[in-house]
Structure formats: structure tokens, C-alpha cells
């Protein structure tokens, strides 16, 4: 099996901003239920599960590897998760930061890279972060994205959908070396509220 790719492990963001105030009180911002599909993730493909106290969501893919030998559909797989939020009114947020780690392995001439886009349901902007990673490639790595550009949640609210749509792509080198072997698997995608998922509050 494949070495485990950890995506989307969500952390704590905790540098202090102007105007933020202090998270909801404990046990009022619950995962309400998930929704995922696409080529690296289509249906049956992965099993989640949703905490006993709704503040963490684990998803584990069996299907979500691109690798450079095989078809050219291999070479590229999006998963887009979607996630029903429930918070009080009288609250927002947005992401805060978003740590990747994973496995990749890559033989000379290979490039891959790591993509995903953010967004919230009926709230306009998307959050994109692009990650290449370069040969030689092989072994585990650790990626962190701080958002310059926030997004925050509507007000007046109390439930909103958090879209991941995450990529990964191999491609190989020109031929004669088109022959080079290269992957990357993704195996797990952790969400968890508060002291993990990275959100900033604000009061509305």
C-alpha cells in the first residue's frame, strides 16, 4: 500500500487580528453532515465519519493516488468535500491556515503539484493555494498556507457549506524520458472545529 498522504490537516491559526473576537461557546459550532465525489474520490471510494461531538470530520480515500505510468486520467484526480457547518447567530469566520502533509515520489524530470480551492456556498470568492513540488521527490513533506485573503461567512446565518475541492497532478518528462516514474496518494483528509480547523471569529 501506498505510504499515507495526510490533506487538508487543519490547524490553529493564531495570530491576533484587530476586530476578532472570541470563539462561540464550546459545544455550538457542530459538523452537521459531508458530501464528497470526483475522480480521486468517486462514490463508495471513501469512508468518513463525523465525531461524537460534531467538531471533527475523518475521511479516508482508497482510490486517490495519480501516478505518471497508465492512462492519461491517472496523471490528474480532484475530491471535493463538502462540509454542512452549524454555528450561532451573531457569529462569522473564515479559514485561518491549512497544513498539508503527505507523500510523494517522484524519479527525475517529474514535477507534481498539490491544489485546492476554498469556498463557502452563497458567499462570493474562492481561496486557492498551489503547491509544485520539484525533483527529486520521495518521502513525506509538510506544507502550511496562511490566507492573505479571508472569506468570511455571512451574517445573520447559522449553517453554511465549506467547499474543499482538493487536486493532485503528476507529469512526466518529454521522451525520450516519458517512461519516468512519479505518484502522490492521498489516504486521509482530517477536518476538526476549533482548536484544529483553523477558523477565525468575529462578532457580526
Partial sequence: MAAMVVLLFLGLFQLAVPGLAQS???????????????????????AGAISADGKALTLIFSNYTVLTLGNPADRRKNCQVAVNLSYPVGFTFT?????????ASFE?????ALAAAYYMSGVPGTV???????????GDFEITD?????LFAQCGESTVMLNINSEARVVAPLPPNN???GLITVDTQDLKLEQQFGLRWKSC
Wanted: glycine letters at 18%; hydrophobic letters at 30%; proline letters at 12%.
Fill in 95 to 103: 479559514l485561518g491556515a491549512v497544513t498539508f502533509r503527505g507523500y
Fill in 24 to 46: 462561540p461557546p464550546s459545544g455550538t459550532v457542530k459538523i452537521q453532515g459531508f458530501t464528497y465525489g470526483g475522480t480521486g474520490c468517486p462514490p463508495g471510494s471513501a
Fill in 108 to 112: 527525475e524530470g517529474v514535477t507534481g
Fill in 179 to 181: 517512461n519516468k516514474k
Fill in 128 to 138: 486557492r493555494v498551489l503547491h509544485n513540488l520539484p525533483p527529486p521527490a520521495n
Fill in 146 to 150: 496562511q490566507f492573505a485573503l479571508f
